[in-house]
């Protein structure tokens, strides 16, 4: 064996020395740019999530009711209906994901407008002005009707107070998944609205919204509707041509994006369309969609069952909806998701970043 000479071996050692301490210094620098941009899974079963930033600079994660068997439980009390239950995660600008509920952000339930010990559906919240706005779903006393409820708290994990009946159509029409966002200092919401369709069509409206949350009708546009594209009921037969779970967020030249899905929920095939809505918060005509949107969602399952999308998602899970963008303190965009896995018929909550680059909007 040739060995090599003692100068050759201090070389070698100075430039192993260099190469870890470089090593070290590169993941030092780089350690929190990959935990900011990682996603984080939960195995906890949530439909339907929300994220916002608490005052106290962690994440909540809100959801559609859960019963008493629902668990893990990390300080929420067992045994017990959640109605808005939530997940507690991360600090600062490091979102992370739990995979135990904290609590219920609506102990009281939905509210007397509503069918009592009823099922609270896709809470949405943003903090404006000192307040927390919540816009839940729920079903109208009775009727089998599904209306948009509204509730407001000092704080994101506080408990909520019922402000009372938000949205509710005439003609027994569906008023469901709202999502309010703040723009230019003013409060908005997105959501379904099945009123500006007829059935089996859907379609989704945004409106502006009052200092109390009541909403300025007057000024109400439709975002889109299910005519629009064909992909929300691609393999399915008859029902509802769904489209639903609206999310707004600002892209490139400040524009203004519009999230939403479609198809069957309960199946490899609910994905995740974006619309382009124009440079105001409110369009002054439908929504664009991107990608070919109306043939094909722009994020979707791309294994057997999928529905053909233009881009996967981390993970690659069944049934990717429910995407609701939010920004973290350092303001990187980001988005929450729920995938469907066919083995449990449960949905589960996973976080992202989304970006943007030459060839349009992805998620890491």
Not at 103 to 124: F, K, R, T
Not at 125 to 132: A, K, M, Q
Not at 211 to 229: H, Q, V
Not at 266 to 283: E, L, M, V
């Amino acid at each position: 064996m040739i060995r090599p000479r003692r100068n050759s071996l201090r070389t070698l050692t100075l430039a192993l020395v260099l190469a870890v301490t470089a090593v070290v210094a590169l993941n030092a620098f780089e350690g929190p740019t990959r935990a900011q941009a990682s996603t984080g899974s939960s195995s906890f079963s949530l439909a339907d999530p929300h994220t916002v930033q608490a005052k106290d600079r962690t994440y909540v994660t809100y959801g559609t009711t859960v019963g008493p068997g629902a668990g893990p439980r990390c300080g929420a009390q067992a045994g017990v209906t959640l109605y808005v239950p939530f997940l507690n995660h991360g600090s600062g600008d490091t979102v992370g994901m739990s995979d135990c509920v904290a609590g219920d952000a609506l102990p009281s339930g939905p509210g007397s407008w509503a069918v009592d010990n009823g099922a609270i559906w896709a809470p949405g919240v943003t903090y404006f002005n000192g307040t927390y706005y919540m816009y839940y779903t729920a079903t109208k006393a009775g009727t089998s009707q599904k209306c948009i409820g509204l509730a407001t708290s000092g704080g994101a994990k506080s408990p909520f107070v019922n402000r009372g009946e938000w949205a509710c159509p005439s003609g027994g029409r569906w008023a469901i998944d709202a999502n309010p966002f703040v723009a230019n200092g003013k409060l908005y919401v997105a959501y379904r609205d099945d009123a500006i369709t007829s059935y089996p069509e859907t379609g989704i409206s945004i409106v502006q919204v009052g200092s109390d949350g009541s909403a300025i009708w007057s000024t109400r546009r439709d975002a889109l509707k299910s005519t629009d594209l064909v992909w929300d009921t691609k393999n399915t037969s008859g029902g509802t041509h769904v489209i639903e779970n609206p999310s707004i967020f600002v892209g490139g030249e400040g524009r203004y994006y519009l999230l939403f899905s479609g198809n069957n929920w309960k199946s490899a095939r609910y994905s995740t369309g974006i619309a382009d809505c124009g440079t105001n918060p409110i369009p002054s005509t439908r929504c664009t969609l991107l990608k070919d949107g109306r043939n094909r969602p722009y994020f979707g399952y791309t294994g057997s069952g999928g529905i053909g999308p233009y881009r996967g998602l981390p993970g690659n899970h069944p049934g990717p909806g429910a995407m609701a963008a939010f920004y973290t303190e350092g303001n990187r965009r980001c988005v929450v998701w729920a995938w469907y896995n066919p083995a449990t018929g449960k949905r589960h909550p996973i976080i992202g970043e989304l970006k943007l680059d030459s060839s349009g909007f992805y998620v890491t």
